[in-house]
């Protein structure tokens, strides 16, 4: 795990994820919704989310699903 959080960036737990009754998945960064999981691909990554041992496992599992999203073209306001 050492190798893989170089700049400890997922210490700061910036992933969240909301659920509604109908099992889709909101995918959160920083406070912003950056991804919507529906289907077996909400429900492969609710088993995934059970399964982490720690919360730095649940940030880098939340991290790999919502993938490259940011291209240097967001704004800091």
Do not use: C, H, W
């Amino acid at each position: 795990m050492n190798n893989i959080d170089k700049r400890n960036r997922l210490d700061d737990e910036p992933f969240n994820f909301r659920v509604t009754k109908d099992n889709t998945v909101f995918l959160d960064y920083n406070g912003r919704q950056v991804k919507v999981l529906k289907g077996t691909e909400a429900e492969k990554f609710l088993k995934k989310i059970s399964v982490a041992e720690s919360t730095t496992e649940a940030q880098l599992i939340m991290a790999k699903i919502t993938g490259n999203f940011k291209r240097g073209n967001e704004r800091n306001s």
